[in-house]
């Protein structure tokens, strides 16, 4: 008898690891419940579960939490755009479910989760969280919530892909393509292609008779200037990106970020404001080229040209200014040597 003691005490650690391990598999399939239960699998925490399935359990967890901090209150300043980001935060939520629903394994090491601040107001405390919008990644070795992996607010215009983006260069986990909801539904679908044969005949009718919106000169030249601000703005680049007009500052809640300094990125303000800098300058270059022209006094003609270019100079400085203060460059002339 006295012989198994020692047998016995060592199997004491295997039995505690064994247990630690049963609980921790019992805390993910708890999260992969509460993941079910939700339409989007987002998964609604409060300052209980959050010291349940985060602060409590040993490190290392087998899971990792992706938490999105929100604030219902603030749910109405269109500059925070906590609604919109919410919603893409669901998207990569459910794209992931759906695109790993076959690799279980996968799908218990991240859950995507998300905290109401009136709901969890030492959450937000003990992450340390001061503004809005605000996205953790909490690891499973990572011990102190205020340690863990902050997404980067200028990050957050490209919506459900930089989020995608981010869990996958942080956990090494695949998302998978964003699967948006189609912008038409098939019953708005059948319904525009019936009123389209509907108005066919008209349309047809009215094309032969030449009058149109086609035919009328005035639109053209609209279309035209509308084109050229369109291209020069970068409008596009948002468009593709899904840039904000603007942002609000991290140390400041309350102002908004119109020009943002780091050539990586391109707010809807900035491409707004060079693209009607560089619509004057083609408006002024139309104008003499097409317009003064056909002034036969010198004395106006050479009077608006020197206001044209006047104007156009300036705005191709600010233009250059901007440039220069966004990507640090400057630009210089370089003369011929032998000027100097």
């Given amino acids: 008898m006295v012989s198994k003691i020692p047998s016995l005490a060592a199997l004491i650690p295997l039995f505690l690891l064994l247990a630690s391990t049963v609980a921790d598999s019992d805390l993910a399939a708890e999260l992969l419940a509460l993941q079910s239960r939700s339409e989007s699998g987002v998964i609604h925490l409060d300052d209980r579960s959050v010291s349940r399935f985060l602060t409590s359990p040993k490190t290392p967890r087998p899971y990792s939490l992706l938490i999105f901090f929100d604030a219902e209150h603030l749910h109405d300043k269109a500059e925070l755009r906590l609604t919109a980001l919410k919603n893409e935060f669901a998207l990569v939520s459910s794209s992931f479910i759906a695109n790993n629903q076959h690799n ?158 780091g050539s990586g990125m391109q707010l809807g303000a900035e491409g707004f404001a060079v693209g009607c800098l560089y619509t004057v300058v083609g408006l002024l270059l139309a104008l003499v080229t097409h317009a003064l022209v056909r002034v036969r006094n010198r004395s106006v003609q050479r009077f608006i040209m020197i206001i044209a270019l006047f104007i156009s100079f300036w705005a191709v400085k600010k233009v250059v200014y901007l440039d220069n203060w966004k990507t640090g460059y400057r630009v210089h002339a370089f003369w011929p040597s032998s000027w100097n």
């Fill in 104 to 261: 279980p394994t996968v799908r218990s090491k991240l859950f995507f989760c998300d905290i109401e601040f009136k709901e969890s107001q030492s959450t937000f405390a003990l992450f340390g969280v001061k503004s809005l919008p605000h996205i953790r990644l909490v690891g499973p070795d990572l011990k102190s919530p205020k340690d863990s992996d902050q997404m980067d607010q200028a990050d957050l215009s490209r919506l459900a892909e930089s989020m995608a983006a981010f869990v996958e260069s942080k956990t090494k986990l695949s998302v998978g393509p964003i699967a948006r909801p189609p912008l038409v539904s098939k019953m708005q679908f059948i319904f525009m292609v019936a009123v389209l044969m509907i108005c066919t005949p008209f349309i047809i009718r009215r094309i032969l008779a030449g009058d149109t919106l086609l035919h009328d000169k005035k639109v053209w030249l609209f279309g035209a200037v509308f084109v050229y601000f369109f291209s020069v703005g970068g409008t596009m680049h948002n468009i593709i990106r899904n840039m904000p007009m603007f942002l609000p500052d991290r140390n400041d809640p309350s102002r908004l970020i119109f020009f943002y300094q």
